[in-house]
């Protein structure tokens, strides 16, 4: 029977259990809280890009439209490298590359869009071909994590085309073929069974499906020289049978005619490409950097002129095995094969001039391939020169029709490669970056290995994959960015928006001209505005030595006033305070940068992101300057 007693302490244990719920429920409420507390901590000391102001970087505000859309794809949290995991945004990646080729490629001599009628989501043929990253018959795409990951890509396909054309590398799994003595007549006969060419792309049959195993692909490191097929396994190596490592050691494997790739940028060049031909162990010695014309542009005369040069030059070096009774003379080639077109700079905005570049290596990939010498050498007769247009920055001018913006990308559609950036210009959320090439297979060819834990022609929709054509395995679904911006804008609305900050930067050139305290450091292109803020003691110096400052005498001179060297150091110095002061003052945001026809750095402005700016921002831009300035 229960008691008294037993009614009490059940009722005091249901108390002390209600209690602790709320305890634990109220310490779950302050948890949440104190987080919010620190989001909006994080939120009040960053950077705020989303401000009218803020010029300092290639980005700033985020479109709504694009905003919404990367939400979505964090709220399915999945990777875009199999059709199994993200079938939706698979096919999504696919009609954004199908649209982005044929603004690139199909463009008419006059640079405007053939069959321009055709609309989105009338483009099944566009993204049925399932042999490639993306795409249709001819071309290949895929979205990449940046621009400099995007200019990476170009070379390493490049490079790959030059050896192989779109054909994959054989994948070579070099096992010792001789044995030390410790070994057993079995232990010898494994190990000579085990040396194997397989491809990269191989299909995969039978009982060969291993889910989730990874195979160790070579036994021993080796190094290969550039471009050299000659297999050269290192006597220093612990891991190697001792035996090979003496003097003595000898190999029967010949040394073969070597040949350098080397590839041309110009001065104006994105950075990224010096890292870029480090990473694919092309080499900076590589690396030829062309000159630049005053207006920023690459000096295609310097690139014909170099170019010829290097073709007709001759190297003899000397080779060695490891006995000096072995030496011989090995010729060696270098071969242009990559020319990195820029299509607005980081700093001046300068559009090379795609039509002649081309025109330059299309001529030189005939003198080449009707050489014999070459042909003997190279056992090719198509060597191609591959060129590729560096958009990160200015390549989203190929949505207008306007014909002073479309005409800065002609040619365009005779170029190997491209490359853009939706997340400067146009306001998708970073990093937002499209890469496209008219080299059909060229992706997977190159980059390929035929992971069988996860691509497997069995899945579902595994003809779809993406993942085996890029060199990263997790991929983001960034391609739902662009989409987002061109369903709901139309890729006539996203041209219209970059014609409006055009004419905003117009503006700006008309009023920097017209105002005493300003001057324009260079002839401005069409998403770049580089200038000088000059305050009156510097500006009364200028015109004692007959330096106008407002530079507006005559609109279509070219010439800019040079401002001597201790003037520009003073320069230097205000535009340094200048921005130190905007900065601190919570209102402006705008960098100064070096500039190759200036000795001072300068002032740089853009419109970069989803920033809405008309003539009174203009008007305030200049006035918050000359007011933080004026001691100065």
Same mark, same amino acid.
């Given at each position: 029977?229960?008691?008294?007693?037993d009614?009490? !302490?059940?009722n005091n244990?249901?108390?002390?259990n !209600?209690?602790d719920?709320?305890?634990?429920?109220?310490?779950q409420l302050?948890?949440?809280?104190?987080?919010?507390?620190?989001f909006q901590m994080i939120?009040?000391?960053s950077?705020?890009?989303?401000h009218?102001?803020?010029f300092n970087q290639?980005?700033?505000?985020v479109?709504?439209?694009?905003?919404?859309?990367?939400?979505?794809?964090?709220s399915?949290?999945t990777?875009a490298?199999?059709?199994?995991?993200?079938?939706v945004f698979t096919?999504i990646?696919?009609?954004?590359? #199908?649209?982005v080729?044929?603004?690139?490629?199909h463009?008419?001599?006059?640079?405007?869009?053939?069959?321009s009628n055709?609309?989105w989501?009338?483009?099944?043929?566009?993204?049925?071909?399932?042999?490639?990253?993306?795409?249709i018959?001819?071309?290949?795409?895929?979205m990449?994590?940046?621009?400099?990951?995007s200019?990476?890509?170009?070379?390493h396909v490049?490079?790959?085309?030059a050896?192989?054309?779109?054909h994959?590398?054989p994948?070579?799994t070099?096992y010792?073929?001789s044995?030390?003595s410790?070994c057993t007549?079995?232990?010898?006969?494994?190990?000579?069974?085990n040396?194997t060419t397989t491809?990269?792309s191989?299909?995969?049959?039978g009982?060969d499906h291993e889910?989730e195993k990874?195979?160790q692909?070579?036994l021993?490191?080796?190094?290969?020289?550039?471009?050299?097929?000659?297999?050269v396994?290192d006597?220093?190596?612990s891991?190697?049978?001792?035996s090979?490592?003496n003097?003595?050691?000898?190999?029967?494997?010949?040394?073969e005619?070597?040949?350098?790739l080397?590839a041309?940028v110009?001065?104006?060049?994105?950075y990224s490409?010096?890292?870029?031909?480090?990473?694919?162990g092309?080499g900076?010695?590589n690396?030829?950097v062309?000159?630049?014309?005053? !207006?920023g542009?690459?000096?295609?005369q310097?690139?014909?002129?170099?170019?010829?040069d290097?073709?007709?030059e001759?190297?003899?070096?000397?080779?060695?095995?490891?006995s000096?009774?072995?030496?011989?003379?090995?010729?060696?080639m270098?071969?242009?094969?990559?020319?990195?077109?820029?299509?607005g700079?980081?700093?001046r905005?300068s559009?090379?001039?795609?039509e002649?570049?081309v025109?330059?290596?299309?001529k030189?990939?005939?003198?080449m391939n009707t050489?014999?010498?070459f042909?003997?050498?190279?056992?090719?007769n198509?060597?191609?020169?591959?060129v590729?247009?560096?958009?990160a920055?200015?390549?989203?001018?190929i949505?207008?029709?306007?014909?002073?913006i479309r005409?800065?990308?002609?040619g365009v559609?005779?170029v190997?490669?491209f490359t853009?950036n939706?997340?400067k210009?146009i306001?998708a959320p970073?990093?937002?970056?499209?890469?496209?090439?008219?080299?059909?297979g060229?992706l997977?060819?190159?980059?390929?290995?035929?992971?069988k834990?996860?691509?497997d022609s069995?899945?579902?929709?595994?003809?779809?994959?993406?993942?085996?054509a890029?060199?990263?395995c997790?991929?983001r679904?960034?391609?739902?960015?662009?989409w987002?911006?061109?369903?709901?804008?139309?890729p006539?609305g996203?041209?219209?928006?970059?014609e409006?900050?055009?004419d905003?930067?117009?503006y700006?050139?008309?009023?920097?001209?017209e105002?005493r305290?300003?001057?324009? #450091?260079c002839?401005?292109?069409?998403f770049?505005?580089n200038?000088?803020?000059?305050?009156?003691?510097?500006r009364q110096?200028l015109l004692?030595?007959?330096?106008?400052t407002? !530079?507006n005498s005559?609109e279509?001179d070219d010439?800019?006033p040079?401002?001597?060297?201790?003037?520009?150091?003073?320069l230097?110095?205000?535009?340094?305070?200048l921005k130190?002061?905007?900065?601190?003052?919570?209102?402006?945001?705008i960098?100064?940068?070096?500039?190759?026809?200036?000795?001072?750095?300068?002032?740089?402005?853009?419109?970069a992101?989803?920033k809405p700016?008309?003539?009174?921002d203009v008007?305030?831009v200049?006035?918050?300057m000359?007011?933080?300035?004026?001691?100065?």
């Open positions: 029977m229960r008691n008294d007693d009614d009490n !302490n059940n244990n249901n108390k002390n !209600n209690t719920h709320k305890s634990l429920k109220q310490l302050d948890k949440v809280q104190q987080m919010m507390k620190c939120q009040t000391y950077v705020n890009t989303n009218p102001y803020f290639l980005f700033g505000a479109d709504p439209v694009a905003l919404a859309a990367e939400v979505i794809a964090l399915v949290n990777s490298y199999t059709w199994e995991t993200a079938p096919l990646e696919r009609e954004v590359l #199908a649209h080729h044929r603004l690139v490629f463009r008419d001599a006059g640079g405007l869009l053939k069959d055709k609309s989501g009338k483009t099944k043929d566009d993204v049925s071909h399932k042999n490639t990253g993306a795409g018959e001819g071309w290949d795409g895929l990449l994590p940046g621009g400099s990951l200019n990476l890509t170009a070379l490049a490079r790959h085309y050896k192989y054309g779109t994959p590398k994948i070579t070099n010792l073929t044995c030390t410790a007549p079995q232990q010898t006969a494994s190990c000579q069974n040396s491809s990269s191989s299909s995969w049959q009982n889910e990874k195979e692909d070579e021993y490191p080796t190094h290969s020289n550039n471009h050299s097929s000659t297999i396994i006597p220093s190596l891991s190697a049978p001792s090979m490592a003097d003595n050691f000898e190999t029967d494997l010949e040394v005619s070597e040949s350098d080397v041309f110009s001065s104006e060049a994105h490409f010096t890292k870029a031909v480090s990473v694919t092309i900076t010695e690396l030829i062309i000159p630049t014309l005053p !207006n542009q690459m000096d295609v310097q690139l014909d002129r170099l170019m010829m290097l073709i007709s001759k190297h003899e070096n000397y080779g060695s095995c490891a000096a009774s072995r030496s011989r003379r090995r010729s060696r270098r071969i242009p094969f990559f020319v990195a077109v820029t299509s700079s980081t700093v905005g559009f090379d001039d795609i002649a570049i025109e330059v290596c299309r030189h990939e005939e003198r050489d014999a010498n042909i003997k050498k190279t056992k090719t198509k060597h191609k020169i591959w590729h247009v560096d958009g920055w200015g390549g989203s001018a949505f207008s029709s306007r014909h002073d005409s800065l990308m002609n559609e005779n190997d490669s853009f939706p997340h210009l306001g970073q990093q937002t970056t499209v890469f496209v090439t008219r080299h059909e060229i997977k060819a190159a980059n390929s290995s035929g992971a834990y996860l691509f069995r899945k579902n929709g595994a003809e779809y994959d993406l993942g085996d890029s060199y990263t997790g991929r679904t960034d391609a739902i960015k662009l987002a911006l061109w369903k709901f804008h139309g006539h996203i041209g219209k928006s970059l409006e900050k055009v905003s930067l117009q700006f050139v008309k009023r920097v001209k105002r305290n300003f001057m324009l #450091a002839d401005p292109w069409p770049n505005v200038f000088f803020y000059i305050p009156e003691r510097i110096r004692d030595i007959g330096v106008d407002t !530079n005559n279509h010439v800019l040079e401002i001597p060297h201790d003037i520009s150091e003073e230097a110095k205000v535009s340094v305070e130190l002061r905007l900065h601190q003052s919570g209102e402006m945001l960098p100064y940068q070096p500039l190759s026809n200036q000795k001072a750095d300068c002032f740089r402005i853009v419109l992101g989803y700016f008309d003539d009174s008007e305030k200049l006035d918050l000359e007011r933080y300035g004026k001691d100065l």
